[in-house]
């Protein structure tokens, strides 16, 4: 409540009366402190690409929204089953020893669930004993409101918040709105850990094959046709990966060679780069970013999903998984580098 007024006086100055007048912001307050809490959580889920993470990270910021006795992720796997990918109570319970949450659910054994999967929108029980096929899971305690959320990015359904409590006929509309206003920055959030994780496993197996290429040199190296074969295996990699990889020197950062990935993903020409500097081409936002990690390759160590932000040839600057090492090329030190466009979430299609 939000009260204003003021005293009216008569000739002599002596206060006779106040007029004023109140207004109620209960809703308003409210209205601003879910704002806050959505905004905290956007901003959280875009600190780390790793999963677990995620979903620890999303369980705790839904309590802020929505009360619960039990919440999970549920991903969808093979034919009708959901893994429940993430799973949190409140208040949080330590588990006995030995025992273990079922973490796999048959969407068919479920009305509910089947629902979730194959119409993929929103629900809302508000008394689960009012419903004839509801069922507890086994060592579960048994969940009066329930709410789910489907999980939606790019237009591709990757799964559902599971909400319930403990309380009947907790759960309203609103729940359920503060639950699909947070299912959007998470979808998103998941889209990337599972793009990260597929560009992690991707660059470590490269980086296997790109260990057994330089063992392979080191072995034929006094030899001009297994050279010769070593360079167009390498070639081959290079050009065939669906990953914008690029070759600059360690020490001015001359572009020596790029593939076909680089040139779409940047909208530079092979020839347009070829001699130019990462400098002249304004590649790095910050140029600080690229002297953190000519620091980290000089001292060894090599670069691993380093987030940076590099510019295209239209001038768009793109949030950037980078990966680099060290390797020699035409007699000269140079880097191997791979950047890959890690997807954030718009906070503005939320409004």
């Excluded at 910050?286 to 000519?294: F, I």
């Excluded at 987030?307 to 090492?325: F, P, W």
Aim: aromatic share 8%; charged share 25%.
């Amino acid at each position: 409540m939000w009260v204003r007024g003021f005293p009216v006086r008569d000739a002599e100055g002596k206060i006779r009366r106040l007029v004023g007048t109140a207004l109620e912001i209960t809703a308003q307050k409210q209205a601003e402190e879910e704002a806050e809490a959505l905004r905290k959580a956007t901003l959280s889920l875009t600190q780390d690409l790793r999963m677990d993470f995620i979903m620890e990270t999303l369980l705790k910021s839904l309590e802020e929204l929505v009360p619960y006795t039990c919440a999970r992720v549920l991903v969808p796997e093979s034919g009708p089953h959901m893994l429940a990918l993430g799973e949190r109570t409140c208040p949080e319970q330590p588990k006995k020893p030995g025992a273990r949450s079922p973490l796999t659910f048959i969407a068919d054994e479920s009305t509910f669930f089947h629902r979730i999967l194959t119409e993929q929108k929103s629900v809302l029980i508000g008394d689960t004993n009012t419903e004839e096929k509801w069922h507890t899971l086994k060592g579960h305690r048994q969940l009066r409101s329930w709410l789910s959320a489907p999980l939606v990015a790019s237009g591709e359904y990757l799964g559902c918040l599971s909400v319930g409590h403990t309380e009947p006929n907790l759960y309203t509309q609103e729940h359920l709105r503060r639950a699909e206003l947070l299912a959007i920055p998470a979808a998103a959030a998941i889209q990337n850990a599972r793009l990260y994780e597929t560009a992690r496993i991707y660059c470590e197996n490269l980086e296997s094959r790109l260990a057994q290429l330089k063992r392979t040199e080191t072995a034929l190296a006094r030899s001009e046709d297994s050279r010769r074969s070593f360079e167009e295996k390498f070639e081959r990699v290079f050009e065939s990966c669906p990953l914008p990889f690029s070759i600059t020197t360690l020490k001015d950062g001359r572009f020596l060679d790029v593939n076909a990935a680089f040139e779409h993903r940047y909208g530079y020409s092979r020839n347009e780069v070829l001699g130019r500097t990462v400098q002249e081409l304004r590649i790095w936002e910050d140029p600080a970013d690229r002297g953190l990690m000519l620091a980290r390759l000089n001292q060894g160590v090599p670069i691993r999903n380093m987030m940076a932000r590099l510019r295209t040839k239209s001038g768009q600057v793109k949030l950037t998984a980078y990966s680099a090492s060290k390797i020699q090329f035409e007699g000269e030190t140079c880097i191997l580098a791979i950047s890959e466009d890690v997807h954030q979430y718009d906070s503005q299609k939320s409004n």
